[in-house]
């Protein structure tokens, strides 16, 4: 009789050592710690003792220098603690891109195309005459030998210019992209770990676009109180801070930093979970988290219709479902002429790269 056959489930059976099956937690759990190794191994031990993740044969401590061996971790000359190297900075971003881009792989992905013709480097089915000013390299010489044998005959070939046929390239378009990543007190707020997913997303986001679109920039920018850019390798390290939010300084930073691409595609994208509620007048902050304040939301307003007019769209990822905040992130949005997404936290992934991917597609007249 044909039926399934249950077994217990064997770790060892996908083929990986016990050295990669540990590394990839330890990956998980640095993201979690904000790159501190030392707090992802205690994580780990406590996870051994309940799991049983290690035996006999390879323990804790072998995995502890194989870490080291393969250049995973280092050790502090200062302060004597373990800290982890851009090797596993790297490796933490490669994690994120396959956890959260490897789910979207079923959906059409793109290449960053228009289809507005041009001299790029990503080959159309479509073919055209030859015309003055096209350069030899465009030339198709199998379908032009093709045209000239059936114009001219096999027997005395020769080829003119009516038989050159030219095979059209779509013109790839670059994007200069800031993401901005709201890194206030309410990130972690009553219990909810929403900045992890934040990082994981920011991480995913400059692997894929390091790897698949080296023509394209990708810029991070966090805000809190203030608003300053990161680099790439700093964004496993993120933490909240005991801040508000300023969005206003987090969209003049992006708006700044996109003013000195020459690129004429740019966005914004933006990931919060709450209302803004700080604003620097002069040296002073101007706060008030108890509810909107006109003062502060009439400044976001305008900044959305000013990258409006600078053809800067903004799309926001809004991790909160308050119907005032809803209403005012749609205000917001119109302003702009951009977009909204209302994730949750299990979702952001896969909104922002469908997103990005479709964005890639669309026409640049």
């Known amino acids: 009789m044909i039926g ?7 770790p060892a059976a996908n083929g990986k050592s016990k050295f990669e099956q540990l590394l990839d937690i330890f990956m998980q759990l640095l993201t979690y710690t904000s790159g ?31 870490l080291k061996r393969n250049g995973y971790i280092k050790d502090n000359s200062e302060t004597g603690a373990l800290q982890i190297t851009a090797k596993s900075e790297q490796s ?29 480097d990503e080959i159309s089915p479509d073919y055209r005459p030859f015309q003055f000013g096209d350069m030899l390299e465009q030339i198709d010489f199998t379908e032009s030998i093709r045209n000239a044998q059936i114009n001219h005959g096999v027997e ?30 309410s990130m972690i707020l009553y219990g909810e770990d929403r900045i992890t997913p934040a990082k994981k997303v ?31 390798k ?18 003049e930073l992006a708006m700044d930093i996109l003013r000195r691409r020459r690129n004429p595609n740019k966005q914004i994208f933006m990931i919060t979970d709450g209302k803004p509620t700080c604003l620097k007048i002069g040296g002073r902050y101007y706060k008030n988290a108890f509810g909107l304040d006109r003062k502060i939301t009439n400044r976001c307003l305008n ?58 597609r669309k026409t640049v007249y």
């Not at 707090?39 to 044969?57: C, F, G, H, S």
């Not at 881009?101 to 289809?115: A, C, E, M, R, W």
């Not at 390290?237 to 987090?250: E, F, K, R, S």
């Open 4 to 10: 399934n056959r249950f077994v217990k489930f064997d």
């Open 36 to 66: 501190d190794a030392d707090e992802a191994l205690q994580w780990m031990n406590e996870l051994d003792k309940k799991y049983q993740l290690t035996d006999d044969e390879y323990g804790m401590g072998d995995f502890i220098d194989d």
């Open 92 to 120: 933490i971003r490669k994690k994120s891109l396959e956890e959260i881009f490897g789910k979207l792989k079923k959906s059409k992905q793109g290449d960053h195309t228009t289809n507005k013709p041009g001299q790029g």
């Open 156 to 185: 005395s070939f020769q080829m003119h210019e009516d038989d050159l046929q030219i095979r059209e390239t779509d013109f790839k378009a670059q994007t200069s992209t800031v993401l901005m990543i709201d890194i206030s007190h």
């Open 202 to 232: 920011a991480m995913a986001l400059s692997e894929l676009i390091t790897t698949k679109y080296p023509k394209d920039t990708l810029d991070i920018v966090v805000f809190g109180n203030d608003a300053w850019p990161v680099e790439i």
């Open 234 to 251: 700093d964004l496993p390290y993120l933490q909240v801070g005991p801040y508000h939010t300023n969005t206003v300084a987090g969209i």
């Open 303 to 360: 900044l959305a219709a000013q990258c409006k007019k600078l053809k800067i769209p903004i799309t926001t990822f809004m991790i909160a479902s308050d119907p005032y905040l809803q209403r005012f992130v749609t205000e917001f949005t119109e302003t702009n002429n951009g977009k909204a997404f209302f994730a949750s936290l299990d979702k952001l992934g896969a909104f922002i790269f469908r997103d990005f991917e479709s964005g890639k």
